[in-house]
């Protein structure tokens, strides 16, 4: 039996997972007895497309590649335009969410309203949205499980790198000790071609080109994206509670050319460090420009590739590098999840194992 999906979002990472099902329908119901079926779409901007029996995926990235919009995709009976998100949610027959919207960090907003649309309803959502997970985790994981729903949102640090499913479930059983790592593409790409010799203005420049930087990059460059991926390496794998606000944070913006060239000459490479660390009870975590020596396995992430590294009491220092983006890899994090709910892997246990289990595969 297919597993029924509606989209809040259709824009990359919608257009990514949907290219996914339509590539890899045979391989995922041979090898995996998965086969999503898409009933809704709603996008802001885009338009809604709902029908019980399922939509035309192949259809609907030809209307939207052409036209930019769902307007054009054909009518037939049965088919519901117009609805919004949360009428998606609430009036569709979705078995779960899939919560891929353009949504404030600052805030978590509209994703956090929906997620907890989608759980009052008994639907699970899965999700690549950072903000509801750094900003509301203990609410919403409560939600899930009080609804007996599952919650999953893998692609929210690394993308389709699998930097909470991995520590979660390959290495369980340890106690993780620290967790520091290279969590933003973006600012490892700007300080490797600051090492090229490119000052940060030009390095910015180049981001933005190759499409790595928003033209607004305040994000990335003063370090407020890495901070809510390691609020959320934190709750999850440390299993500490660890609040947005309580995270030292310093971008990358005050580094020069010459503080990159006398790093070189001393044997050294500045990167953009997200770090937690357990001490007497509690998280210490912090985000800002550290030198590392060339010898440190962070050095030598360059490019708009990530990196983590996990210090274990039992496996010892593990590190994980892969990329932190992407259409494709970040919608191959949506449906690792989707699979793993199929798989009756997701299910929550307890208030403490709720996020815990909608990573374990």
Known sequence: MSHKLALLGFGTVGQGLAEILI????????????????????????????????????????????????DSYPDKPGLIRGLNSLE???????????????????TGQPAIDHCKAAFEAG??????????????????????????????FEGTVMSGTPALRMPLAA???????????ILNGTTNFILSKMEEGLTYENALQEAQELGYAEADPTSDVQGFDA????VILSNLVLNEPLKVEDVECQ????LTKEDIELAQKE???????????????????SVKPMKLHVTDPLASIN???????????????????????????????????????????LTPKSKKETANQALIY
């Open 88 to 106: 998606t949610i609430r009036e569709t027959n979705a078995q779960t969410i899939v919560e891929v919207t353009f949504t404030d960090v600052k």
């Open 171 to 181: 290495l369980a059983g340890n106690d993780f000790i620290e967790i520091r790592g």
């Open 227 to 230: 901070r809510y991926k390691i």
């Open 303 to 345: 490019g708009a590739i990530n990196a983590v590294m996990y210090e274990c009491d039992l496996a010892g220092t593990i590190t994980l590098c892969g990329p932190g983006a992407g259409k494709i890899e970040t919608g191959y994090s949506l449906l690792i999840d989707l699979i793993n709910i199929e798989r009756g892997m």
């Open 251 to 254: 971008g990358i913006t005050e």
């Open 23 to 70: 590539n890899k329908e045979k391989k995922l119901l041979e090898g995996v007895q998965f086969q999503g079926k898409v009933v809704a779409i709603s996008d802001l901007m885009k338009g809604a497309l709902y029908h019980p029996d399922g939509l035309d995926l192949k259809k609907v990235l030809e209307v939207v590649k052409e036209t930019g919009k769902l």
């Open 267 to 285: 044997g050294f490479r500045w990167k953009l460090i997200a770090s937690a660390k357990k001490e007497k009870g509690k998280v210490i975590a």
């Open 123 to 152: 639907k699970n959502v899965v999700m690549s949205n950072k903000g509801p997970v750094a900003l509301a985790y203990e609410e919403l994981s409560q939600m899930a499980e009080d609804n007996g729903v599952n919650w999953g």
